[in-house]
Every structure is written in C-alpha cells, then in structure tokens.
C-alpha cells in the first residue's frame, strides 16, 4: 500500500482552507481543493475517502495549532498577569489569525448541519482554554485579596476577554483589508489594564509585548488612571455591564413598555426588535 504523505496531507489542508474561504463550506468540494492544490482528483481521494474527513481534519488542524500556540504559552508563563500579556501576542499571531483560518472557524458554527460535527471536534479544547483564562483570571483577583463579592467578576470579566479575542477572529474574516492586528492586541492590553485589580504590569520587560504601550490618557479612548482604583466605580460598571437578561440588541429593560424598540446592524441586514401592544418582544 502507499506510503501517505503527511507534507502532501499539509498541503491538501492549507488549500482545503484556502477553498472555504473563498467559496464557502456549503460549496466546497474535493475537485475544488485538488485545484487549489494543483493536484489530480484523485490525490485528494487518496488522503481523505471523503468530503467530510477532509473537512474535520481542516477543522481539527486549524484547532490543534491554535491549542499548541496556547500551551506553549502556559507552559513558559508561570506568572499569571505575563502569561495573559502573552497570550494576546499568541491568539493574535498573524500567521494564526488570517483571514482564511477565521473562516474555517465560522463557517463550521454558521452552518447548521456542521455543528455537531464542530462540537464534537473542537468543543472540547474550546472549553479548555476557556477554562484556563478564567483561572488566570480568578488566581489575579485572589492575589489582589478581593472580597467573595468581588472575585465573582473574575468568570465574566474572563469571558468578556474571550469575546474580544473572537470579535478581533471575526473581523480579520469580515474585513480582512483592514483588520489592523497590531491595534487589536492594542485593545486587548487596554482591556486587561482596565478590568484587572492590580492593572497589567507592563514593566518588567521580560517579553516581547511589554513594548505595546497601555492608553494612559482620555484623548486615547481610555478613562484618567484614578478610575481605574476606584472601587465605587467598579461596582457600578459591573452592576451595570453584567446585568441578566442581555439580548443581542440591547438590555431587556430597554424595551420594558409597549413601543420600546432597539435596532442592531448585522452584517448588511438591520434587525428590529419591538415591544407590541400585546407587551409581546417581536424581531
């Protein structure tokens, strides 16, 4: 039997990938990828039988890759607040974060048939890493000797951390001319220096981001630095950013009385979401 070829196997994945980003998930096929390959049909049927092998293991390698860039990332981090720095610098590395891989990720949340398949082959390292920021998270607000109250911001605040890493993810696939990733990892220090207890401590120089400066001033976008030691101004972001009932458009509050409505841009289509006269929330 031949020898399979774990390059040739490369090769078929980058293009595979190169292939949903163009055309999408729904439209790929094996003709299409042995074309983008510059390889015959029939090379494509002798690594991957079928369509959807090829597809998981686009999937899977598009994970794995990800998942070693965090690993890697841990296991030279010990400190937690370093180990966040640097985990911005690795999510956000432009050989990982293209546009292309984005499309990968998305295209397989986006169609519906894909999911379980989606679910079953990334979930799983998805809830990992998830579960490792948080800890980070939780061990900072420890350290700080936050009260009980306080360390119950530490889940949220992780998972705010997580979305802006998908949002940078997501707008590298939607605007791929002009995602600036440099300003994204830029956002992403901002945001830990604001919502970390003791700030992100930028200088002890012993890695390549401390360079990245922290907005330090309102003209930059950020708040003065005493709002960020205020603890009565803590309290009240969070009361107000993490109440319950968040709908997509907005807080259910803001469409309480009949009338009420909130409107939401998605992608080149608006949504409306109103309150009936019969106190009814229709979109």
Known sequence: MPRLNIDRRTQLIEATIDVIYK??????????????????????????????????????????EYEAAVDQVFAQSPDPTRTLRVLVDAML????????????????????????????????????????????????????????????????????????????????MLEPDTIDLAAAKK??????????????????????????????????????AWAYTSNALHELEMSELFRREWMLAGHLSDVSKQGDYLTLEVGSERVLVVRDDKETLRA
């Not at 306080?150 to 992780?158: E, I, K, R, T, W």
Request: aromatic fraction near 8%; charge should be negative; glycine fraction near 6%.
């Open 93 to 172: 590395d432009p050989v990982l974060c293209t546009p292309a891989r984005a499309a990968v990720w998305f295209a397989f949340m986006g169609e519906s048939q894909a999911r379980g398949d989606y679910i079953g082959a990334v979930r799983i390292r998805e809830l990992a890493i998830r579960q490792r920021v948080e800890t980070l998270f939780t061990t900072l607000f420890q350290e700080a000797g936050d009260t009980k109250a306080n360390l119950g911001h530490a889940a949220p605040l992780a998972r705010a951390f997580d979305a802006l890493i998908d949002s940078v993810w997501e707008q590298s």
């Open 23 to 64: 055309d999408g998930l729904s439209r790929l096929t094996l003709a299409k990828v042995a074309q983008q390959a510059r390889l015959s049909t029939s090379i494509v049927n002798f690594y991957f039988k079928t369509k959807e092998q090829l597809l998981l293991e686009t999937l899977n390698a598009v994970s794995q």
């Open 187 to 224: 956002t992403c220090l901002d945001y830990l220096q604001s919502v970390l207890p003791l700030g992100l401590d930028m200088s002890d120089g012993s890695d390549q981001d401390a360079s990245i400066p922290i907005a330090e001033s309102a003209g930059t976008g950020m708040l003065s």
